[in-house]
């Protein structure tokens, strides 16, 4: 099962920031926050991770809560390109090359932008 | 840059027909690579994992294999294929924190 808690749906105006939040009450102190998204039809798309500073790179931030239990990605201007599932998953950081790689997806939260 | 190709883009195939899938990664050597299958509406699910030529984990016990004859391919199977087969299936392989996905294969098994 997942670790995590995800609203089930979201809406946005385009152009204003989506602010996504995930609940990981029982991660542990190796396991990083992972972001995710699938457009409709297509493969998931790593969007940012994090161990427990904030992190930002050209898609998005991410921010962690100091007890790590809970998360925020945050797309900042968001754009009728960003609808998609997002999905939040806690795991062991790295590449093991095996299960221990594996990203359980859970149902993540449709973020609908709205024109 | 790195690319990974899937194909077929979709597939239809009846019960009872056998299933090969296919899956190669450009600009790596020695990937980790994944199968998942998504069912309608669902989440990923982990189907086998390679961390190399020859060397195959598999994670959920059902009437699929899979195969890797060389190190940036990773091929799916199956000898007779059931309803509930069909899904969306993804190859991912993985680099440090990031794993990257195909742009998958849409079964229906009819």
């Known amino acids: 099962d997942a670790k995590t808690t995800q609203p089930t749906s979201m809406d946005c105006a385009e152009g204003r920031a989506a602010n996504l939040p995930c609940n990981h009450s029982?991660?542990?102190?190796?396991?990083?926050v992972y972001w995710y998204r699938q457009i409709h039809s297509q493969g998931p798309q790593y969007i940012i991770h994090g161990l427990k500073n904030n992190e930002t790179n050209e898609m998005a931030s991410l921010i962690i809560t100091e007890d790590r239990k809970s998360s925020t990605l945050i797309l900042p201007h968001a754009t009728l390109r960003d609808t998609a599932v997002y999905y939040c998953?806690?795991?062991?950081?790295?590449?093991?090359?095996?299960?221990?790689?594996?990203?359980?997806f859970g149902k993540g939260t449709k973020l609908s932008v709205k024109p | 840059s790195q690319t990974i190709h899937q194909w077929p883009a979709t597939l239809v195939q009846p019960v009872g027909s056998p299933l090969s899938l296919e899956c190669t990664v450009e600009g790596t050597s020695n990937p980790n690579l994944y199968w998942y299958r998504q069912a309608a509406g669902r989440g990923l699910q982990l189907l086998f994992y390679s961390v190399g030529i020859g060397q195959i984990s598999s994670e959920v016990p059902q009437n699929l294999s899979a195969s890797r004859p060389q190190d940036r391919q990773f091929i799916l199977s199956s000898k007779k294929l059931l309803l509930s087969d069909s899904g969306f299936y993804l190859c991912?392989?993985?680099?440090?924190?990031?794993?990257?996905f195909g742009p998958g294969t849409r079964l229906t098994v009819t």
């Open positions: 029982t991660i542990s102190g190796n396991e990083y």
């Open positions: 991912a392989w993985t680099r440090a924190h990031e794993q990257y």
């Open positions: 998953i806690v795991r062991v950081g790295g590449d093991y090359g095996g299960s221990q790689g594996n990203l359980i």
